[in-house]
């Protein structure tokens, strides 16, 4: 899943709503999340929704993002794809947020 935010502070309402849909298309519990050591994700809000919710927070080491793999090959794949089909294109940087999108799609 990909959602464009303007500001971090839209995290918790977007991985709230996730997580609503994750749970009932699944027919799954959540248990476990693995972030980065972002303020975004170790806010008490975020902290006490997921304690309520029983999902144990992982936590990735600062600075290293080889401890968290998937995800950065995931961002540089979206990135690549997003930049191609801009330059491919010819369309404007400012379609950036579409393109992500767009490539997020095609993975999925």
């Known amino acids: 899943f990909c959602y464009l935010m303007k500001m971090k502070v839209e995290t918790y309402q977007h991985f709230v709503n996730w997580l ?8 799954q519990k959540v248990i476990s999340l693995v972030t980065e050591n972002e303020t975004e ?9 997921l304690k309520k919710a029983g999902i144990e927070h992982k936590r990735s080491a600062p600075y290293r993002p080889q401890h968290n793999t998937y ?12 930049r191609t089909m801009i ?3 010819g369309l404007s940087e400012k379609l950036w947020g579409e393109a992500i999108m767009c ?3 095609v993975l999925n």
Do not use: P, V
């Open 20 to 27: 609503k849909f994750a749970e009932r298309k699944k027919k």
């Open 87 to 89: 330059s491919d294109s």
């Open 71 to 82: 995800i950065e090959r995931r961002g540089q794949t979206l990135q690549a794809m997003a």
């Open 103 to 105: 490539a997020n799609h």
């Open 41 to 49: 994700f170790t806010n008490r809000k975020f902290e006490d929704m």
